[in-house]
């Protein structure tokens, strides 16, 4: 493969061809336990080349939204999530979900202000124990996914995150895939993975878009099993 056409492949940044292309989808950001409850800590989530705040607020809607201060560019991270927003800690500006800044405590007369400064926001919903963002134009966004594993009670299913680097594939060599019909329990030594594992960053394009061709190859031959991943 020449430099280009590696370039080309793995450049996910904005503006960017492979990008641009992930941007049509939602995509896991983080899982669901990671915001547990209104008012916790926020969350950093680096996600295609962007780097984002994720957070639950009062009012128990979530955001996803840029991770720096339109003010000086303080990181949100060390924000306080209170009364509806996120405060910045160094000059006390207030974003809502939607990165909208609602307070700004040294102009307090000067509404117009708060209604310029907006940072950039993408919507995130929560689906079968995730948090799912679409980052791509509005006017092209799918509907929500609808997968079998992110559609069933949560008391049957689970998800998490691996614990491996992104640079490599989120599946270790020692593990295969065995196709059971639902229902049946797994053999010893093989464990449930109805629903999704994946790392961050590259690996995880690359789980998604794996499941997502084994979708569109299968089709409705799916409706009735699950993936069992064991070690060999």
């Not at 939602?26 to 996600?47: G, M, Q």
């Not at 209170?82 to 405590?105: A, F, N």
């Not at 559609?151 to 059971?180: D, F, G, Q």
């Not at 999704?196 to 569109?216: E, F, K, M, N, Y």
Request: glycine residues 8%; proline residues 9%; contains cysteine.
């Amino acid at each position: 493969m020449r430099a280009e056409q590696n370039e080309f492949l793995v450049r996910t940044g904005p503006g960017t061809p492979m990008g641009e292309l992930f941007r049509r989808y939602w995509l896991p950001a983080l899982l669901a336990e990671e915001l547990p409850e209104p008012d916790c800590p926020p969350v950093r989530v680096k996600i295609l080349g962007e780097r984002l705040i994720a957070f639950r607020d009062t009012q128990n809607r979530l955001g996803l939204i840029d991770e720096f201060c339109a003010h000086r560019g303080v990181s949100l991270w060390f924000g306080r999530n209170e009364e509806s927003g996120l405060r910045c800690s160094y000059h006390g500006w207030k974003y809502d979900v939607t990165g909208q800044c609602v307070e700004i405590p040294s102009e307090p007369d000067n509404p117009k202000l708060c209604q310029r400064m907006k940072l950039k926001s993408y919507p995130l919903v929560e689906r079968g124990g995730v948090l799912w963002t679409y980052m791509g134009p509005a006017e092209k966004r799918p509907p929500l996914p609808e997968h079998e594993w992110a559609m069933v009670p949560a008391s049957t299913s689970w998800a998490r995150r691996w614990a491996s680097s992104p640079s490599v594939s989120p599946w270790p060599k020692t593990t295969k895939l065995v196709w059971t019909p639902l229902g049946s329990k797994p053999e010893p030594g093989q464990r449930s993975a109805t629903a999704l594992d994946w790392t961050s960053g590259s690996a995880t394009a690359w789980v998604w878009t794996a499941i997502s061709a084994v979708r569109r190859r299968f089709g409705s031959k799916l409706r009735d099993w699950r993936c069992l991943a064991g070690r060999t």
